[in-house]
């Protein structure tokens, strides 16, 4: 049973902080995992997609991959009240062309 | 920008009756998902496909079917809807060939059953 493993929080940082939220996953030939957010009441929307070992930077998010440690993180500098929100972690498994495996979601809270 | 929609954001039916819901989708992707979300649950998997009239069954496809006529068009069908099938009901899409199999979602149908 492939799995995606996520802390379900919630996270509580202040406002200005850095939110970490991290992901772990079984299947040690996985090709591409993303990064989710998901408000109340709302769909998950898509906010950060990496393929490679490293980081990649999108404006105030940076995800960071290692593909040897089967993990994957998110990184939120300068957080927003506004960043309040449940992060899913998705990860393709090597076996699969269609299907993504979803965590369960970090819950953050950004106090202000 | 990818835009998929579903035919209503909040459904009410009643026990027994038969339930359609819609998926749209207008960026030409060939791979389109229903999930269910259920609090503690996560996202589930009811069914997928990848091509027109093709269909895979996901992690709990009992109790549903689905029909895609049309490339851009999804449909889940709860042959005799029951209470434990209230859920919020997704519908994604992807790329299948030369894509980076990014999931795009609809905003959710809310189905209650009574």
């Known amino acids: 049973q492939k799995e995606v493993e996520q802390n379900s929080g919630p996270l509580s940082v202040p406002e200005g902080a850095i939110a970490s939220l991290n992901c772990t996953y079984s299947?040690?030939?996985?090709?591409?995992f993303f990064w989710y957010r998901q408000y109340s009441g709302k769909s998950p929307e898509l906010i950060m997609s990496i393929y490679s070992n490293g980081d990649k930077e999108d404006g105030r998010f940076t995800a960071q991959l290692n593909k040897a440690s089967q993990y994957v993180s998110l990184l939120i500098r300068d957080s927003q009240p506004s960043d309040s929100a449940t992060y899913l972690c998705a990860v393709r498994p090597m076996d699969s062309s269609y299907k993504l495996i979803f965590g369960s979601g970090t819950r953050l809270l950004v106090r202000p | 920008d990818v835009k998929v929609t579903q035919s209503s954001r909040y459904l009410v039916k009643r026990t027994g009756e038969k339930v359609f819901l819609e998926c749209v989708q207008d960026m030409d992707h060939e791979n389109m998902f229903w999930y269910r979300q259920d609090p503690g649950l996560g996202l589930r998997l009811i069914y997928f496909?990848?091509?027109?009239?093709?269909?895979e069954k996901g992690d709990i496809p009992e109790g549903y079917s689905v029909s895609r006529e049309k490339k851009e068009r999804f449909s889940l069908i709860l042959e005799s809807a029951s209470t434990n099938q209230t859920s919020m009901y997704l519908c994604a899409s992807s790329l299948r060939f030369m894509g980076g199999y990014e999931q795009y979602f609809g905003p959710g149908t809310r189905l209650t059953v009574t």
């Open positions: 496909s990848y091509d027109v009239k093709m269909k």
């Open positions: 299947d040690r030939g996985s090709q591409s």
